[in-house]
Structure formats: structure tokens, C-alpha cells
């Protein structure tokens, strides 16, 4: 490590629509330095790595204020390419890998050595032959930086995936004059072996004078390489420290942070308990691309608030879509000694477990329709309500009955339309979610599974729908399942908060457990006694 | 908002705004398009009258066959390109009926029935066949309705039929290109309860027949299996959330767009009043595709009111324009017009991917 300063983001502030996702973040990054740069989903990672880009979103949303300077001097990409130029390489969490490929033509991609031939003299330059022995030689350079002993003419296609990301890796190690590598959570798809070979790979590359930027949501591999550790929170910088003085619950501290006020919930008559169990889940294995299960186990307690936590991609929301039978899965899940058939999707309806699906525009609500099809339709389909009998025994959907429902669910839940006729799509983030809540009413539900119900809708209208479940359930006495990200809204509101991690049930906490704790079970590590 | 308000010119404007978008920009060019041809067939001297009458004869003729869009739609399926389908079996229909000698409603009313049931039937095993092309239906419909055509023209040709006037008359075997309806249900529907408004003929039983087929599905439309097909059509995971067997809704409405096709054939061969075998209907799909989405429907949207709205326009200006262009450019480019038409309404319909601001 030297002392100049290969990168220096300084005082970067960046607004979306009027909402300021960083404040005056700095940043330094030094040759040969690894740089850890962690926080929770949304703390404004991402939006940084783009500010560090150019990329479109960000120039096209009013770009941002602040400097970058790149080897001392102040540069302004405006546009990826620009700072590829520049000497910045980004390894991606997906591949962009050709399957058919080899390795080496995989790394030299767009790159490729050329020579001439008879044919390139004659008709130009756009008839050079590949140079092939160049090729391998570059590629096998690049392979042994990243430790990966694979003959470099395999093709890509049937390599097992952590090699596809060394090879990922790789090309940006070969790339000429890159100074700086940004990694944004390499490891995320790899197994144990492979993300520490991966590790390894990443000092060698720091060694060669590299600056690296390394993103990762598991504390403790940033904390093994790091030479120093950014903590976001919020779009802030809340500490900046060398890799040697962090400790993983400090760290996890920081990223959680925020202090919890938890309101005071209305009482019940009687509260929850292990006694009571709604929903026994067992051994749930769930392959939701992105979020998969591996094997949960759950008890539900009748009357309860369950908060289901965790990170983006841990398998949080699997949990509810497969007990919904919307994505395949194995395992066991009982409402009061009833077995839930997983490979059938309504069953849970029928059983009286209603699902608010995290997909809210693409299959939480029927857009082109109006309020009162979306809310009612679906208690049509399963239950057989809403219909009326012509002569004949015919029966028919009945509008009347669906309109007067529908007109009560817009006053109950205070539903911002123009009436039960108005096409949904019209309305607000909000509304269509209290939209949604309204259809799981309709049904009746015992069990409301409930997932990211405060995406994607703004600050006021999020209480809103928070206080609207907390009624529900102390009220109408309606067992709530709560998937959501921010665990902020699942410290509000639940009675407990289980955490999901690399698809598995990590720790079930009290809300008012120590952040530290949290920030531990969101990492994957449970603490076994409070300390 | 107060009267005095709703009176200022730009509120007027947003008004008139907002109703042509509710009727949709395309469907409001048509019949403005609709008008300019009348008023201009007016002065050329084209009997208005005559217009008017082919133009409803027309609309009773097609409409069943454009309302079997659209449980394709609503399912699903997109625009039923595979309806030749429906029309073989309706074909079939009318000619088993003639075989048997049925005339008048007792054979109009055979032929609605056997090809229906056997449209139904066919639709059942199309509707398996387009759940293993998902996405390519429109593609792999038309190619199954030209594979059918030509395969029942081996079919026509060897068939025991023995009625004579359904053979070719000077020997050989299998059945004539075009039989005749004369003398068994041609016409019996338009001359049923027919009347005159000056000199507009309107073909009564025609047009109830319509309407009450119209009302039936709108009937259907509201049941369960009619609304759990159409929530598999608009939107597949959210159906199958609620417990729906997307797969057979999609079954089921093939099979019920491809019995209107059945359906929808015989009316058109009784008031065209002959059944067309071999190629005849090879292309006619399109023109029924065409109609509903100029009707305001979209490939994903359709309704009962689209068909209608939409076979009326697009059959009153098949009717009209070739009159009336022929009034004006001297030559026979009739046909040419026709298929630039309907063509190009297919084309433009599909290449919007939306219909009008209605279902957007």
C-alpha cells in the first residue's frame, strides 16, 4: 500500500425525486488497498458505485454533487465506458459470460489479440484472425493472478459457477491499465472454499498495486481482508476504520444503527404464547430464484405478529410464496392440524391464509381492473361469495353485493379513489396496497402472510399501512405474518422477528433485542446468551 | 367543480379530450373515415341505401365469428388465428345436415349444433396444443388453421356423402368448392322477421341471433369459470394465487372461442347463402382478428362490446370503400383495396399492442 491516493469521492451527495439517498459521503481509496464498503440494503452502496460510474440512472435523475478524483485527478464519467477508460473495472454479481465460449476467448472478450492474414492485407483490417497463442497466454496470466487452474480452452458452458466468477474476475484482471476493481458482493453465489479461494485472489490482485473496492453483506469476509471498512447507513457514512480494529458485532452495530422507537401497542385480551400455535412450519424448502429456503422450520403462535427478516437475497420472501404454492416446494406446513398441500397453489386460501405478495403490480393486483374486481374476485374464485342465482341455477358473479363490499373496504381502510370503479393502475403506491390488504379481507383470512408491504410507497402512506395491520390484528385478531427488508417496521410492529440467512432460519429475536444482536443475526451468527 | 367552470374552453377541450380517448383515437379515425366515405359515395352517385343494408347483412354475418375472439383473448390465448379451426367444424356441420336433408330451422338448427359440439371438441385439443407453445400462439395458431384447411381438403374429397347436391354434378368424387344453401337454411335467418327502414333492409333474425349469442357469453362472462378465465388471461400468477388451473382455463376458452367460430360460420354461410369447402377458410381469420382490434381491443383485452363495435366498423368499410373508390378511380382495384384493409388494420392493431384508452 502507498501513501498517494488512487481514488477520492469526496463530499458526494445524490437525490432521487427529492429523496436523498447520500449525504456527503467521502470516500479514499489507496493502490493496493482493500476497501471494505458494507451497510444494509438501500444504505446507499449501490447508488455510490454508480456515482463512481457514470452510469445513465444516475446522470439522468439530475446527476450529483460532490467530487471524484481518480490517480489526483478530478474526473466526471458520463458513462461507464468512460470510466473503464479510465482504468476502473466492476466485477458484477451475474455473469456476463458467453456459454459457448472458451475461457480465453471469454476473458479476452472484445479484446482479442489479432494477426494479419492473406485475407486482412487484401480487404482490411476487420478480417484479422484471432492470434490464438497470444490469447492463452494472456488468459493464462490472468487465471493464475486469480488462482483458478483451469485449462483455458474449456468452454464456459458446464463449469460449476464459482469458476464462472474467478473467470469474471480474471477479465478484469487482464484488462490493461485497470487500477481500481470494484467488487460488488463476488462471493454471494459461492460456496465456503470457493469465496475464500476468491479472497485470496482478491490480495493477490491488491499486492499487484490494485485499489479494490470490495461490497459484501458477510461482515466477517470484509472484515479478514480488509485493510480499511466504510459503514453506510441511511445514504451517511457512520464510520470509517481500519479492517484490524472491527469487530463484526461493532461493525453490524453501525450498519442497523438507528435507534429503534418502538410505539407502544394496544394490549390483547390474551397474548400469544406457544400454547397456541396457527401455523406449524417444518423443514420448508423453497426454490424461489433469488431467495431461495433451505430448510425453515416455525412455529406461528395464534394472534401474533411474526416479523420475517433478513437481507435482499437470503430467502426471506420465499417463505411465504412457496407456503402459497406460487414457486416449487418441499416440506411441511400445518394450520391448526390441517396439511397445506405446497404443490397446489390456493390451497392456503382455502384454508384461510390470505398472502400480500412483495410483486404488488405484477401479481398482487389485476391493474387494468377496477377497485372493486381486485378486491373482490379472488373471495369469488375461492370462497364462492360475491355471486347470486339466475333461473336455472346458473350463478353468477352479483356486482351489486361486490360494490357495496368493495364501497365499506374503501371507507374501512380509507382507500384514496373515486369509487369502487375507478381503474387501479390510477392509483398510489398506497392506495393499491390497501387495495390488496382489502382482497386478503375479503377472503376472511385467520392468517394474513404479508410480504414487503412498504415497498415502494412513501413515508406517510408506510405508517399508514403498518397501523392498518396492527389494527387487524389486535382488532379483528387476524395472525399476521410480516415479511419486510427494513427491519426498522418489523422492530415497530412485531411481537418477534425471526432472521433469514443464506435461506435458513438464523435466530427468532425479541424486537427490542440489542441492534448489535440484530446487525449479528442479518450477518448469519447467532449469539447464543446475551451479553 | 361548479357549472361556470365546466363552461371554460379549456375545460371543454379537456372534456372532448378525455371522450376521445374513452372511444379511442383509432376507432374515432375509422368512422370519421366512415362518414368522408358516405358522404363522398353520396355525391358520386353510390346508393347510400344499398351501403347501409350490405353493411348491417355483413355485421350479422361476421359478428359471431369476431365474438369468438374474444374468450381467445380473455384466456389468454391472444386473437384466435387458429379459427379456421372452428370454421372446418362448422362447415362440417352444414354439410352433414345437408346430407341428411334437413331444411329450414330443423337444418340450420342441426348444423349450429353438430358443428358447435365438434368445434368444441376440436378447440379442446387445440387448447392442449397452444399450452405447449406458450407465447407463440398467434404464430403457431395460424399455421395450425392453414394445416387443417388443406389437410379437410383430402377429407372433403373423400367423404361418403351421397347427396347430389353436394357432389360435383358431372362425376367424380367428393364435394363441390361451393354448395348451395337454397333449398335447405339459406337466407332463413335475414327473411326472418325482416323489415325496411326506407330503403335499409334489416335483417332481424339475423341480428337477434347475434345479440342472443352476444348476451350468452356476457352471461358466461360472469360465472366462475367465465371469471377465472379471464384472471388466468389477465394476469397468470396472480390467478394461480387463487388457486386457478391456468392450463385448462386456457383449454377452456380455445374450446369455447373455436365453437363461436363453428357457430359463427353457419350464420355467415346462410346469409352468404353457400358453404365455401376447400380454401375458403384458409384466410379467414384475419379479417375476424382485424375487426375486434380495431374494435378497441388489444391482443391481451377484449370485450363483447369490441367485437361488436368493431366487426360494425370494419365490415361497413369493407363495404363502403370499394364502391365508393371505385366511383372514384375507374379500374377493379377492389380486392386490392380489401386486403390493404384488413391487413393493415391487423398490422397496425398488433404493432400498438393496445387497444383504445378504455382497456388500455
Known amino acids: 500500500m502507498s501513501d498517494q491516493i488512487l481514488l477520492e469521492m469526496d463530499r458526494i451527495s445524490k437525490e432521487y425525486y427529492g429523496n436523498r439517498v447520500l449525504k456527503d459521503v467521502s470516500l479514499r481509496v489507496r493502490p493496493?488497498?482493500?476497501?471494505?464498503?458494507?451497510?444494509?440494503?438501500g444504505a446507499g452502496k449501490s447508488t455510490l458505485m454508480n456515482v463512481l460510474f457514470g452510469m445513465p440512472v444516475i446522470h439522468s435523475t439530475g446527476g450529483y454533487e460532490g467530487e471524484v478524483r481518480f490517480g489526483g485527478q478530478k474526473v466526471w464519467f458520463r458513462n461507464p465506458r468512460e470510466a473503464i477508460e479510465a482504468?476502473?473495472?466492476?466485477?458484477?454479481?451475474?455473469f456476463m459470460l458467453i456459454p459457448g465460449f472458451s475461457v480465453a476467448e471469454n476473458i479476452k472478450l472484445n479484446r482479442e489479440p489479432l494477426r494479419e492474414t492473406a485475407l486482412s492485407r487484401v480487404l482490411g483490417s476487420q478480417l484479422k484472425a484471432l492470434d490464438w497463442a497470444e490469447m492463452r497466454k494472456d488468459a493464462r496470466r490472468a487465471l493464475d493472478v486469480v488462482g483458478l487452474g483451469i485449462d483455458e480452452m474449456l468452454p464456459i458452458a458446464g463449469l460449476p459457477i464459482g469458476f464462472m466468477q474467478f473467470i469474471e474476475v480474471a477479465r478484469e484482471v487482464d484488462k490493461l491499465g485497470v487500477r481500481l476493481l470494484v467488487f460488488d458482493e463476488p462471493t454471494a453465489l459461492l460456496t465456503e472454499v470457493e469465496a475464500d479461494q476468491l479472497l485470496q485472489a482478491l490480495k493477490r490482485i491488491a499486492i499487484s498495486g490494485i485499489g479494490v473496492i470490495f461490497i459484501s453483506h458477510r461482515l466477517e469476509e470484509v472484515l479478514?481482508?480488509?485493510?480499511?471498512?466504510?459503514?453506510?447507513?441511511?445514504?451517511?457514512?457512520?464510520?470509517?476504520?481500519?479492517?484490524r480494529d472491527a469487530t463484526i458485532g461493532h461493525v453490524a452495530e453501525l450498519m442497523v444503527g438507528r435507534k429503534v422507537e418502538r410505539p407502544v401497542l394496544p394490549p390483547r385480551p390474551k397474548e400469544p404464547s406457544d400454547d397456541d400455535i396457527v401455523l406449524e412450519v417444518r423443514e420448508l424448502h423453497v426454490d424461489m430464484p433469488g431467495e431461495e429456503v433451505k430448510g425453515v422450520s416455525l412455529d406461528v403462535r395464534r394472534g401474533e405478529i411474526l416479523g420475517i427478516g433478513g437481507l435482499a437475497g437470503q430467502g426471506k420472501t420465499g417463505i411465504g410464496n412457496g407456503m402459497m404454492g406460487l414457486f416449487p416446494a418441499t416440506g411441511s406446513v400445518r394450520k391448526d392440524d390441517a396439511t397445506i398441500r405446497l404443490d397446489v397453489a390456493g390451497e392456503a386460501y382455502k384454508r384461510g391464509i390470505a398472502f400480500l405478495s412483495e410483486d404488488r403490480k405484477g401479481i398482487g393486483l389485476i391493474l387494468e381492473r377496477p377497485v372493486e374486481y381486485n378486491v373482490t374476485v379472488v373471495a369469488m374464485l375461492v370462497k364462492g361469495t360475491f355471486q347470486r342465482s339466475l333461473a336455472g341455477g346458473i350463478r353468477i358473479r352479483d356486482k351489486r353485493a361486490a360494490l357495496s363490499h368493495t364501497r365499506g373496504a374503501i371507507a374501512d381502510l380509507d382507500i384514496r379513489c373515486m369509487g369502487p370503479g375507478q381503474v387501479v393502475r390510477r392509483l398510489s403506491g398506497g392506495n393499491q396496497q390497501k387495495v390488496c390488504i382489502a382482497r386478503a379481507l375479503a377472503l376472511d383470512p385467520e392468517v394474513l402472510l404479508v410480504s414487503e408491504p412498504t415497498r415502494g410507497i412513501d413515508v406517510g402512506a408506510k405508517e399508514k399501512v403498518l397501523d392498518l395491520l396492527v389494527n387487524l390484528n389486535r382488532e379483528k385478531g387476524v395472525t399476521i405474518?410480516?415479511?419486510?427488508?427494513?427491519?426498522?417496521?418489523?422492530?415497530?410492529?412485531?411481537?418477534?422477528?425471526?432472521?433469514?440467512?443464506?435461506?435458513?432460519?438464523?435466530?427468532?429475536?425479541?424486537?427490542?433485542?440489542?441492534n448489535a444482536r440484530f446487525g449479528l443475526a442479518m450477518a448469519g451468527k447467532k449469539v447464543e446468551d446475551t451479553a | 367543480m361548479s357549472a361556470a367552470e365546466t363552461r371554460t374552453p379549456a375545460a371543454v377541450r379537456e372534456r372532448i379530450l378525455k371522450a376521445v380517448?374513452?372511444?379511442?383515437?383509432?376507432?374515432?379515425t375509422v368512422v370519421l373515415f366512415l362518414v368522408f366515405l358516405f358522404v363522398l359515395g353520396g355525391i358520386k352517385g353510390v346508393p347510400i341505401d344499398d351501403l347501409a343494408s350490405n353493411s348491417l347483412g355483413r355485421f350479422g354475418m361476421n359478428a359471431v365469428m369476431v365474438l369468438s375472439m374474444v374468450p381467445a383473448v380473455q384466456c389468454g390465448i391472444g386473437p384466435n388465428f387458429g379459427l379456421p379451426l372452428g370454421l372446418l367444424a362448422g362447415v362440417i356441420g352444414m354439410v352433414t345436415s345437408m346430407e341428411l336433408?334437413?331444411?329450414?330451422?330443423?337444418?340450420?338448427?342441426?348444423?349450429?349444433?353438430?358443428?358447435?359440439?365438434?368445434?368444441a371438441l376440436v378447440g379442446i385439443a387445440y387448447g392442449h396444443l397452444l399450452n405447449r407453445v406458450r407465447g407463440q400462439e398467434m404464430m403457431v395458431g395460424t399455421y395450425a388453421g392453414f394445416a387443417a384447411v388443406s389437410g379437410m381438403c383430402v377429407f372433403w374429397l373423400l367423404m361418403p356423402f351421397r347427396n347430389p347436391q353436394l357432389l360435383w354434378p358431372l362425376g367424380g368424387t367428393g364435394l363441390r368448392v361451393t354448395i348451395s344453401l337454397g333449398d335447405y337454411f339459406g337466407n332463413i335467418l335475414d327473411n326472418l322477421w325482416?323489415?325496411?327502414?326506407?330503403?335499409v333492409k334489416v335483417p332481424t333474425g339475423l341480428?337477434?341471433?347475434?345479440?342472443?349469442?352476444?348476451?350468452?357469453?356476457?352471461?358466461?362472462?360472469?360465472?366462475?369459470?367465465?371469471?377465472?378465465?379471464?384472471?388466468?388471461?389477465?394476469?397468470?400468477?396472480f390467478a394461480r394465487a387463487a388457486g386457478i388451473d391456468v392450463a385448462r382455463m386456457r383449454v377452456t376458452g380455445t374450446a369455447v372461442s373455436t365453437a363461436m367460430g363453428a357457430f359463427g360460420i353457419v350464420l355467415y354461410a346462410q346469409t352468404y347463402g353457400f358453404v365455401q369447402l376447400y380454401l375458403a377458410p384458409l384466410m379467414m381469420a384475419f379479417p375476424a382478428v382485424a375487426a375486434i382490434l380495431i374494435g378497441g381491443a388489444s391482443p391481451r383485452n377484449a370485450s363483447i362490446a369490441n367485437a361488436l363495435v368493431g366487426t360494425l366498423l370494419f365490415q361497413s368499410l369493407l363495404v363502403t370503400t370499394v364502391p365508393v373508390t371505385q366511383s372514384v378511380v375507374r379500374g377493379d382495384i377492389s380486392e386490392v383495396v380489401r386486403l390493404i384493409v384488413s391487413n393493415g388494420m391487423v398490422l397496425y392493431a398488433l404493432t400498438r399492442g393496445r387497444g383504445g384508452g378504455g382497456n388500455g
Do not use: W
Open chain 2, 101 to 119: 336433408r334437413l331444411t329450414g330451422f330443423a337444418g340450420l338448427a342441426f348444423a349450429l349444433g353438430l358443428g358447435t359440439l365438434l368445434g
Open chain 2, 194 to 199: 325482416v323489415f325496411r327502414i326506407g330503403m
Open chain 1, 481 to 514: 405474518v410480516l415479511t419486510s427488508s427494513e427491519l426498522s417496521e418489523l422492530r415497530k410492529v412485531c411481537d418477534r422477528v425471526a432472521i433469514i440467512y443464506g435461506g435458513k432460519l438464523v435466530d427468532i429475536l425479541s424486537p427490542e433485542d440489542s
Open chain 1, 32 to 41: 493496493g488497498e482493500i476497501h471494505g464498503l458494507v451497510g444494509e440494503n
Open chain 2, 21 to 28: 380517448d374513452a372511444f379511442g383515437l383509432p376507432r374515432l
Open chain 1, 224 to 243: 479478514g481482508i480488509c485493510d480499511n471498512v466504510t459503514v453506510l447507513r441511511d445514504g451517511e457514512v457512520v464510520a470509517c476504520m481500519p479492517g
Open chain 1, 87 to 94: 482504468g476502473i473495472g466492476m466485477v458484477h454479481q451475474e
Open chain 2, 207 to 237: 341480428i337477434l341471433l347475434v345479440l342472443a349469442v352476444a348476451a350468452g357469453y356476457k352471461l358466461f362472462e360472469m360465472t366462475r369459470v367465465g371469471t377465472a378465465m379471464d384472471l388466468a388471461g389477465q394476469n397468470e400468477q
